[in-house]
């Protein structure tokens, strides 16, 4: 294996000191991070020590080493030992493997072998079984499939100089191997502790586990507190007109869990919050203190966009929601606002010397579904018509008697501010229990 390797190093010296032109994304944005092994030990002692052959190790990422992000190695970064030494420079580049399923991209670096494509192209080899996973580098669920290539050895494959090496890495067997293997990124946790191994069959098992999966952060806004679990960017909210709702801008790697939601993440009040007034005025917006943006809903019938912009020192971000203002309506409901029964609109049924209590209800939701029970607001009022007979009376606001037989209107209105509404409901009074008349529930 070593006469291998530096046989292949000999062949590539000059490509690798030139340095492979790559495009290559920035390392603060890619997941991957920490270092992959590569290798075997002349003495199995069971650490690296420096009797290993083989790869060495893999960087998933030029953090590790340039840890400021500054492109150099400088005298504020606080790599490990055996990163280059102080004025070296350094490219940008990463691994970044998805939180879901989907493709994996990027670049990771050795300094035997150089660049390594986790993002290759085909065609994909052939194994003896029959590869299910004839494609570049997958996460499907906690695994990683498919196939990784040195570049290196891709190129001076080209020119006839690789001793017929290939330089792909399998990430994971497949079910008619004879040896089962594949990276986990569960068992990715920096530690070294749970191996998870791809293989190359120039250059043996490649370790996982001493690399890591960093979530990057990104702006969300949340409801009430970066760990509300609410989140409301990119999203359509709806409110009723005069209603509030205090949102607050976080740079996390959560979808608004933040296990301590303290004002780290919470970037609020250097957030700029803009409302578009575009098509209409529907919200107005006001910071509040401590890290809280107030958004009140102005005018029903009405939509608003909000944006949010915030620079974490790496480019400007920004995300955005809709408010959607409801056209507000007025109902009479028995039973309460929620969970009741709409009466306004059709007949409600008493007997003689009943006394009933109903709520007028206001807000957009279709029937006794929800809204601000204003039953006992100022601007309501609760009218019975005498007409054609006296037959109900409020004794208060909502609080109705039936005093004789005979159907009446009732009417009821009230003023949000913006002009009243009204609405009305027939009460059909009948006789008492025991009377000829037929008791009828409402």
């Given amino acids: 294996m070593k006469r291998k390797i530096l046989f292949l190093i000999i062949i590539l010296a000059v490509a690798f000191s030139a340095g492979v032109a790559l495009k290559t994304k920035a390392g603060v944005g890619d997941s991957g991070s920490g270092w992959l092994w590569g290798g075997s030990e002349e003495a199995p002692d069971g650490t690296i020590n420096g009797n290993e052959t083989g790869v060495g190790w893999i960087s998933m990422n030029s953090t590790n080493c340039d840890t400021n992000n500054s492109g150099a190695i400088d005298a504020s970064d606080t790599g490990p030992a055996g990163c280059p030494p102080i004025g070296t420079i350094v490219a940008d580049y990463g691994v970044n493997i998805p939180v879901g399923g989907g493709n994996v ?95 190359s069959d120039e250059l043996g098992w490649i370790d996982f586990s001493r690399a890591s999966i960093i979530v990057p952060k990104t702006l969300k ?87 949010v912009d915030y ?48 709520n007028a209800c206001y807000g957009p939701q279709a029937g006794c579904t929800g809204g601000a029970d204003v039953t006992n607001n100022a601007s309501t009022t609760w009218n019975d018509t005498n007409v054609p007979a006296d037959s109900v009376s409020f004794s208060a606001k909502g609080v109705i008697d039936a005093n004789n037989i005979g159907i009446e209107t009732v009417d009821v209105s009230y003023d949000p501010g913006t002009g009243d509404i009204g609405v009305n409901f027939n009460a059909n009074v009948t006789g008492p229990v025991g009377s000829n008349w037929q008791e009828v529930a409402p």
């Fill in 105 to 199: 991209s990027g670049y990771a670096w050795n300094e035997n072998l150089g660049w390594i494509d986790f993002n290759p192209a085909g065609p994909y080899p052939t194994v003896a079984t029959g590869d299910d996973y004839p494609f570049s580098v997958q996460r499907s669920g906690n695994e990683l499939r498919g196939w990784a290539r040195i570049i290196g050895i891709q190129t001076e494959l080209a020119a006839g100089n690789s001793g017929n090496w290939e330089g792909w890495i399998r990430m994971h067997s497949d079910p008619d191997d004879a040896v089962s293997f594949g990276v986990d990124v569960t068992k990715m946790d920096g530690t070294g502790a749970n191996p998870t191994r791809a293989w």
């Fill in 221 to 307: 806004i949340c409801e009430d507190s970066c760990a509300s679990g609410f989140v409301r960017d990119g999203t359509n909210i709806s409110m009723i007109a005069g209603d509030t709702k205090d949102l607050v801008a976080c740079y996390t790697s959560t979808a608004c869990l933040d296990p301590a939601p303290g004002v780290a993440n919470n970037v609020t009040n250097t957030a700029a919050w803009t409302e578009t007034n575009a098509p209409d005025d529907a919200v107005s917006l006001a910071a509040l203190a401590p890290n809280l943006q107030r958004v009140t809903a102005d005018n029903a019938g009405k939509s608003e966009q909000v944006d």
């Fill in 311 to 358: 620079d974490p020192g790496t480019g400007n971000i920004n995300v955005n929601f809709t408010v959607d203002v409801a056209n507000n309506i007025l109902k009479v409901c028995y039973g309460g606002c929620v969970g009741g029964t709409k009466i306004d609109g059709g007949i409600l049924n008493m007997e003689v010397g009943d006394t009933e209590n109903l």
